[in-house]
C-alpha cells in the first residue's frame, strides 16, 4: 500500500510537471519584419571603416504609433551602433507581425 501511495505522489508530481512545462506555440513567423528591417538597413550596404565582418544582435520594440524603438545592440563599435540606432528608430513599420509593446531580436551581419 504504501509503493501504490507513493507511485501516485510521484506520477501526480510528474504529470503536474508535464503540464507546466508546455508552453504555447509563440513562434512565429516574421518574413515581412525582417524583409523590412533589412531594406531600411541597406541604405548604406557597404558601412566604412570595419576590419572585418561583423554580427550586431537588435532588440527592438514597436511604440504605440508602430514605430521602431532599438532598445540594445551588442556592438562595441560606436559608429555602428549609432547607424543601427538613427536608421531604425521611429520609423513606421508596416507588417504588422509584432504587437505594439512586443520585442524582437534580430541579428545584423555588416561586412567590411
Same mark, same amino acid.
Given at each position: 500500500m504504501k509503493k501504490l501511495f507513493l507511485s501516485v505522489i510521484v506520477t501526480l508530481f510528474m504529470s503536474t510537471a508535464f503540464a507546466a512545462n508546455k508552453s504555447?506555440?509563440?513562434?512565429?513567423?516574421?518574413? @515581412? &519584419?525582417?524583409? @523590412? $528591417?533589412?531594406?531600411? $538597413?541597406? &541604405?548604406?550596404p557597404n558601412f566604412g571603416g570595419l576590419d572585418q565582418d561583423v554580427v550586431v544582435k537588435v532588440k527592438i520594440a514597436i511604440n504605440e504609433k508602430h514605430e521602431i524603438v532599438v532598445l540594445n545592440t551588442n556592438t562595441t563599435n560606436e559608429e555602428l551602433n549609432y547607424y543601427i540606432k538613427n536608421t531604425l528608430n521611429y520609423q513606421k513599420l508596416l507588417a504588422d507581425e509584432l504587437e505594439v509593446g512586443k520585442g524582437l #531580436?534580430? $541579428? #545584423?551581419k555588416f561586412t567590411k
Amino acid at each position: 500500500m504504501k509503493k501504490l501511495f507513493l507511485s501516485v505522489i510521484v506520477t501526480l508530481f510528474m504529470s503536474t510537471a508535464f503540464a507546466a512545462n508546455k508552453s504555447p506555440n509563440t513562434a512565429k513567423n516574421f518574413d @515581412e &519584419t525582417y524583409r @523590412e $528591417l533589412t531594406k531600411m $538597413l541597406n &541604405t548604406y550596404p557597404n558601412f566604412g571603416g570595419l576590419d572585418q565582418d561583423v554580427v550586431v544582435k537588435v532588440k527592438i520594440a514597436i511604440n504605440e504609433k508602430h514605430e521602431i524603438v532599438v532598445l540594445n545592440t551588442n556592438t562595441t563599435n560606436e559608429e555602428l551602433n549609432y547607424y543601427i540606432k538613427n536608421t531604425l528608430n521611429y520609423q513606421k513599420l508596416l507588417a504588422d507581425e509584432l504587437e505594439v509593446g512586443k520585442g524582437l #531580436v534580430f $541579428l #545584423v551581419k555588416f561586412t567590411k
